[in-house]
């Protein structure tokens, strides 16, 4: 299989400048006296606090404002609209079959300190990975769903480069999406086009789900791309004004067949199940990161999680 890392939840910015706010103070000149010394150390560590709290005031940006920010974007092809609705409601029907039935999944590994399972299945030529995560910290439900919408924090639970930007918008919960990534450790920069859509199930159950679709971005390859486990959306054929770097064949194509998050609120955790099966692309679960980039996101230390795997 192919070791190149992904992923996904609708979407690029780094986390780590909320990881670690410890700051410190600058040193005045040595021939200052001792009290100018902790004068200016106290300023300067008030300033920071109120830097550190000025950065922690907004972690994400919500669905809303991701749209006001790319509205330019805007579709007004109302038959375009409607089907793509129309599909990607049908690519959350899948997406929630393929990460609930345990139909030919084979559990792979489980991390009981990190209270993470991992399963894969074969489906035709490629594979459907499977994540679950128990994130116990249920407050934090709305802003988990936030971060995996919002493009920019699409290289947060990516090992590797990775970089999203919103290509096309139907409405504030409905997008089409360009992702690009690469390996540190060399090798082509690949990238996808795919639409991306939101569905609030309830007002404790989300859907974010992505599908490739018959999307026209110039690229050279004689290669006929098919989604494979969502055949509608081979029907639904757009042009994108793709960028040079594709179009001169640069970029190495590959096609997301469903990809997605499952998040829900339960009684004192947030359930997060991940899906993917991409064409060209297959995630190593050992560089899946979610919880670890999660509590990093929140300031929470692996000893204070309380960590429960389900028999």
């Keep these: 299989m192919n070791k190149f890392y992904i992923q996904i939840v609708l ?40 830097k550190t709290k000025t950065k922690e005031k907004k972690h994400c940006d919500t669905p809303e404002e991701i749209y006001e920010k790319n509205k330019e974007l805007l579709c007004t092809n109302p038959n375009e609209i409607t089907n793509a609705v129309k599909l990607m409601n049908e690519a959350a029907t899948h997406l929630e079959h393929h990460a609930t039935t345990e139909d030919c999944y084979e559990l792979w590994k489980q991390n009981r300190y990190y209270n993470i399972s991992f399963s894969i299945k074969k489906h035709g030529d490629g594979y459907v990975q499977r994540i679950n995560l128990k994130y116990y910290h249920d407050h934090t439900y709305n ?39 690469k390996s540190w450790f060399g090798g082509p920069m690949k990238y996808f086009y795919a639409l991306a859509a939101k569905i609030d199930i309830s007002e404790e159950k ?13 690229h050279p390859s004689e290669k006929e791309y098919k989604n494979t486990i969502i055949e509608s959306a081979n029907m639904f054929k757009i042009d994108i004004d793709s960028n ?43 560089e899946l990161f979610i919880e670890t980039t999660l509590n990093k996101f929140y300031h929470y230390r692996d000893n204070v999680i309380y960590v429960h795997v389900e028999p």
């Excluded at 990775?162 to 504030?172: D, G």
């Excluded at 989300?206 to 110039?218: E, F, G, L, Y």
């Design 244 to 286: 040079n770097s594709i179009r001169n064949g640069k970029w190495e194509k590959t096609f997301v067949n469903i990809a997605g998050y499952i998040v829900e609120k339960k009684l004192g955790y947030v359930n997060i199940t991940y899906l993917e099966s991409i064409d060209g692309h297959t995630s190593n679960y050992d």
């Design 206 to 218: 989300t859907i974010i789900v992505m599908a490739s679709a018959n999307i026209n971005d110039h």
């Design 11 to 50: 979407f690029l910015l780094s986390i780590f400048i909320y990881g670690d706010n410890k700051t410190l103070a600058t040193e005045p000149d040595p021939e200052e006296n001792t009290k100018t010394k902790e004068k200016t150390k106290t300023k300067e560590k008030t300033k920071t606090k109120e």
């Design 143 to 181: 802003e988990i769903v936030n971060m995996l919408w919002d493009p920019a924090l699409a290289n947060v639970f990516n090992p590797h480069f990775v970089k999203r930007k919103i290509a096309r918008v139907y409405n504030p919960n409905l997008v089409v999406i360009r992702q690009r990534y």
